[in-house]
DNA sequence: ATAGGGTTAG
């Protein structure tokens, strides 16, 4: 953020002044030419407004222009009338101009200022800055002018680096201009500049001045320093309704809705009124903070007091309505924007597509996009998240491709909605690939872009991708950002690298209750037990209360790695001493933990006490274990439920067909595959991923297109007559199609995980690991040939199926034979 | 002259 002020002329990075803790330890006095001093519990500190040279070139002067030739002292007049009138056009502004050249006003500091009023108003910035650059010797009021109008229109990059140049020229700022230089630092999170401000206020005496005070209010309220904001509030000597609701509206950014009422209601007492723009502040304060009910509510009130809503109340309240799905308010909104001519404002329009996009109403979403006729960026980007939401992921892309070329503004939202809508709908390689473009286009991916694309790269395993996007955050500086860190340890975690993923999680400043469930679930879904209980009492001893989510992660690393009194355990602490009820989820986890120890009638007496109906996600686990204990009459039980329950998924018929095969009952195999036949069932179509030099290949079951599939056969074959050698026997169990002992072998062959570990083999060094990634559960049959080939190969390979990670390394596997 | 309010991505 230091070099929107650039280097040529900054505050002295040596005199940077901390501000956390200087509220009241600071006072003001006279330093050295181009120092200012504080000092600060008895120790000076200086302050250095460094000097360097602006080079000036001069505008040549226009001497005459087309003979007109009023007389000077008229001018004055002629200028008041055209900053008066905002109607003035463009012409009349530079033909003022031009004569004030001619006649000399211009060199009068007064007259000037006026002419940087007018170029600003008119957005004229250039000119604005030619006219500045045609003065010998800038004075203030001439920076102020400039500084003032480029910081209301929002241009905050502009406004910064004027008042860099304003330093340069050895002008400090005043009480005048400071205001919109610290809004500048708010606007742009400039944190570093906006405490050096404030250190040069308090040096100044400035700090007193209330519009300053306000304006770093809100500058600590923007930075997310509230502590901050709320110090300065308390010494303020006269607050007046702008600091008042500067700092309620501070309080609602954090959602803390008992304080932001407090504070807003306050205001009365102290016997200011709350105007527009504070109830503004307080519906997009709740709205940024998620209290969306609270932002309705507020947007209501402020009606039932007399006021009407703008522009801005509009666009704050109307994500709020989407966000709780209140289809009616919203629809009452859009009649309202359209009868008052809002319905042109493109922050409003965008809002409006989000609010029907979030409310289910893709039709009334697609009719407010097309009204618009020209598409304004955020108005697509909010098309595309709207899209995305339906599930509408190719009109989506199109949209998107639309907006690349219409050559418009190729910005980092449309960029990063387009990648989490293809993240989020298993297009994960389109994922990897948009993000290639972007930064090919140089488009910086930001601390939203990251946590969109990470789980991109976690789907199918691609590390090197997910290790660029920590290269990126790292350089970006962002990797501090909790989303961020998350997403990071999730990804790392869903590549095998559980130590990469604990690493971020230590690396990380700060750590909210997300950051401690996802490294829970990583451990969870490693089977590493013990590190999850460590975890789930470090979190406690930090302060971080678990939830729910947390125990579902801690009893299912629990029941993964068979600590069935431990898990049990903390099932029953959950309810007693965390006050968490118990949801299916929970009881899914302890049916596996007990059916695992073989406890299976116990899983079955425990599902019966269950205080609501069991879901699939229960009955699968009982069926699960009756798959690894062999009982055919609780699967049976299971499996029955499970085929009410979801008719029409084959991995139950394919469970309950491996407990006959395992126990011979082969009619009633055929039976089960006769039902599927009848009912259209087809086993989904096995799918693993490798990443092999930095790209990810994608290997179906039975493939045989892969240019390399008979070098594969070959291998695998060899490994076949070595495995036997070693006492190893194809288990055919895992086949359900009706065919030949020897046919059955080679479909077990063409498995997609183990031609995925094979090509694998064949395409990376001696000895380097290996990571898969598959669609299904890893089959029975595939997991005992890759424990083999860990050994027979020594490779370390990590396979990741729809159930957790399996590590295999000499011969074993992580999972204990247990999936 | 100057301060407080807006959409779209997780």
Redesign the pocket.
Known sequence: MTSIVNSRASFHSNSLVSISDANDSYKPVLGKQNYISCIKNGETMEFNAKKLRLDYCIIPRINDINGAGAHSSTYPDLLHLLSRNTQSSLSQVRQMHAQMLRTGLCDLPHYR?KLFSLYSNHHRFSDAKNLLRSILKPD??SF??LI?AS??FNDFKNTLILFSQMLTNGLYP???????I??AC?GLLAVKIGEQVHGFSLASGLSL????E??LI?FY??CDKLIGAHKLFDKMVER????W??LA?GYARKGDVINAKKVFSEVKIFGFE?????W??MI??F??SGCFLDAVLMFQQMHLHGFTS???????V??AI?DLGYLNAGTQVHGYVIKIG?AV????V??LI?MYGKCGCALEMSQVFEDIGQAD???C??MI?GL?RHGLVDKALTVFKELQGQGMEL????W??VI?CCS?HGKDIEALNIFREMQAAGVKP????I??LLPACGNIAALMHGKAAHCFSLKRGISG????GSALIDMYANCGKIQAARCCFDRMPARNLVCWNTMLGAYAMHGKAKEAIEIFHCMQRSGQKPDSVSFTSLLSACSQSGLTEEGHSYFESMSKDHGIEARVEHYACIVTLLGRAGKLEEAYSMIKKMPFEPDACVWGALLSSCRLHHNMSLGEVAAGKLFELEPKNPGNYILLSNIYASKGKWKEVDKVRDIMRDMGLRKNPGCSWIEVKNKVHMLLAGDKSLPQMAQILDKLNRLSMEMKKAGYLPNTNYVLQDVEEQEKEHILCGHSEKLAVVFGILNTSQGSPLRITKNLRICGDCHAVIKFISRFERREIFVRDTNRYHHFKDGDCSCGDYW
């Open positions: 200022t203030l009021l102020t002018a003032n910081s209301k005043d009480a005048h201009v400071l205001p919109s610290i809004k708010a001045d209330p519009f300053v306000s304006s809100h309220v923007k007046d309704v702008v600091s609701s500067a509206a709350p105007n527009t723009v504070s503004n502040g997009a304060g709205n940024q703008d522009g801005t109340s509009i666009s704050s109307l994500p989407g809002f404002d493109k922050c409003i965008s809002a989000d960026v955020g108005a980007n909010a998240a995305a910005n980092v939202v449309s990063t909605s989490a989020q930001n601390s939203v872009t946590p969109c950002d909790v989303y961020v």
